[in-house]
């Protein structure tokens, strides 16, 4: 291996070493790499040699030996970037207020942008986790009733059965109970009971919705009608632990049904991503056994849930079922068809059998109040930056005159723009991350802030649309001036860029005029709906379940709760009052026209319900809890049911319900038994002991706490085992409306931050106009015009933009929220005041705005403005 | 310690370019440290070290003349800095003070 030559090292390695490394660097640790690769040769030979150049040379791509991208001539893109970068930074340095104004109102806007996002996916998220997500369908009824369509969940006890039998298509099919039907149903387990809210459910539930398992076969769990399955939570309040449930034997009691059930299985608590939320499942055939085995097609007992088998045609399959009902039982008024289970939270309504809307119109309103925030933000970045263009002409004028194109200087303030809303994004972020826990508790969502592929992809699309959008018009703008004018400084602001920027303020302010338009219409029909008439008093009513010792002896516990000091009146009910309860259509009357069907509210009561209520009685009396006929064959209805029936004189006829005849004694005034959201119904009220899962209690107004008490103490004594759950009726009736509270709240907090985005806007603007009229208003007072006169000099402007856009606004937003109230049956009238009220209080704000920046120009002493030239 | 911290292979590094005083390049501390601490160094981590060392102002580099050997590339002579003594100095007393502070170490 002796060689006088020295053996040169490969030449490609050493190419590539000298392509990374900084150049200040290459030529002696080249110098290395070579005598290392000469001294290894001689020691080791070539071979060893050139492999340990080679890890020489990956060893050395490393930072600090790699060379910086600063100032390579290749790199010049990068060098104009950082020169445009440096021009913002020191544009924002300089122009400080609007800086700020515009990052204060960006930040806000995609903050409420982002806020948005989250609750929007949140809601879209609802009810898809399900393995079978897109195979899984609801069988819904449509009633044909005096010739509309009513769409209704609840179906035939045995449909799923019948389905599953006789429709190819359909895969599995499911039945199961609604668990508000039962309400919390008490689970005993040796001493310990605890109150759950449950349902019953099909054998194949478990297959059908996929709820995670933690112990137990899929199939198996609800196969045997002793089993039950129950949550992760009831197992560890009831048993311990999840495993400790398994095998072991609970009782269950409803009314005065009872029984015993093993455990089979225990699911992982319901996500909070499922609309349907449960403790524990039972066999439907429990259910079955409850409601009667014999095939009724006009009872509509439960809901059914199908999967279809994959590529099957919904829409053929739809048109298919149609009739199925109709082809089975005679004189039947109801279509099926399935609707896709998903859809239920977002596609709830149905309008004469036809989808209309739902909970999607609050997110489509919410979309679109997020894209109108941010619309408005970049409104004022573009107004700012265009009227300031002043400023920056002469930049413009010599970057031009050296030779800059317009697409440069147009990248230029893109870019200032994308770098504004970065910068505001990133802060937008910190905001939503300090108040998400707020928003939570506002919305009761558990949104958390997880930064996965779709949530930055998001961000990234709103900061680039946001960018372009506000950097558009002021690129497009200032990038068009003409260089010889610019620098002799002549500028003429055309009249069409003057429309351009009062259009831009008008559009800012005509949406958010609608905005406080819709937020007090909103406010205004909630408050109407939580204290409209309802036809009882909905006051000082106390709610409980009908359980234990008390549902066994309702009649001495009544009596003796009656004794009570504080209590006026005691009752019970089958219905729930402040929601829709059960109901039938087996009811005739003489002059019943054949093939009519009207559904009654059917309502079962016990005690002095009516008076309990303070249920008006118009003609008539009231139910009679001593008399026993009145249990028998004695019926109240509705005014709607009279009138519906066509009975004149009604007192003592008689009506067919259920195949038996019945005496009419009495004659209520109509009450909502039911949402605002729906008109009133016709409704019957009868004496009957079965099926009271509630009782009333009316105490006497202002001694509710000593009542309660007494109350409570009365029942634990009575029924051992059982703790004294109460709610007041009227809290219950408030908590039906969550959902339009909540857009209530979130819609005024949206609207606020759209108006102070406008109102900083117009504040730039105002700030912006006196100090370039600095020198007029300087010569004016000079002149003599009083401080009062330059104040309206300086905001006429403004105040017709404002004006401009409250004119538009009105009929835009009367509109848009005609259409919100038309979903109330029972809504408020649309006064002229609420727009009124708007209009005048967005004037006051701009007023406010525009006049303190008005005012302080107008102030100026003239020798200031004047003396500086 | 606080500022004037050094690293264990920083230090190592210094000592060997004071070691070979005058005569210290990359290859010359490598050979050297090879043979004294049987340890091997490649190039990259030498030569970061050294750049942050010289960064810090611990040592100070200049260009030799270029030879026939090692395909005509000159050499970086490293040297240690007035400053780099003082920290080498300062480190090797915070070690003695340690030593000493052992109750008999065997």
New interface residues.
Partial sequence: MKSDKPISPPQFLLKFFRLFCDPKMVEDIEGDLVERYELRTERKGVRKARWLLAKDVLQLFRPGIIRTFKGTQKLNYYDMFKHNLLISLRSFARHKSAFFINLIGLTSGLACALFIYLWVADEKGMDKFHTLDNLLYQVMLNHEESGMLRTEEWTQVHLADVLEAEVPEIKIAVPGTPKAWFGEMPLTYQEKTVKAEGKFVGKEYFNVFTYPLIHGDRSKVLAKKEGIAISETLAINLFGSAEAAMGKTVEWSLLQFSQNYIIEGVFADTPDNSTDQFDFLMSFEVFRDMVGRDVQWHNYNSMTWVVLEEHTDVAALNAKLKRFVKERAENSNVTLFVRSYADKYLYGNYENGVQAGGRIEYVRLFSAIAVFILLIASINFMNLSTARATRRTKEIGVKKAIGAGRGQLIAQYLEESLLLTTLSALLAIGMVWLLLPQFNTLTDKQIVLAFDQNLISTILGIVLITGLVAGSYPALYLSGFRPVEILKGRIRSSVGELWARKGLVVFQFALSVTLIVGVVVVYKQIEYVQNTNLGYDKENVLMFKNEGKVNANMRSFMAEVENIPGVQSIGATSHPIVTAGGFTTDLHWKDKEAGVEVRFNNMSTGGEFIETLGIEIVAGRALDPTRETDYENKIIFNETAISIMGLEDPIGKTVNLWGKDVQIIGVVKDFHSQSLHDAIMPLFIRLDEEFLTDMVVRIAAGQERQVVERLTAFYTSYNEGFTFDYHFLDQEYAAQYVAEQRVSVLSRFFAGAAIIISCLGLFGLAAFTAERKSKEIGIRKALGATTASIVRLLSTDFNRMVGLAILVAMPVSYYLIKGWLDGFAYKIELNVWYFAAAGISALLIAWLTVGMQTLKAARVNPSKSLRNE | MGKHHLGEFEEIVMLTVAILHGQA???AI??EMETRLKRSV????L??VL??LEEKGYLESE?GEATK???G????YFKVTNMGKEVLRQAKDQRLGLWNAIPDFV
Avoid at chain 2, 73 to 76: A, D, L
């Fill in positions: 390049y990359g290859v490598i050979e490649s190039i990259g981590s030569q970061t750049k942050r260009m050997m090692r395909g590339k000159r050499k970086r």
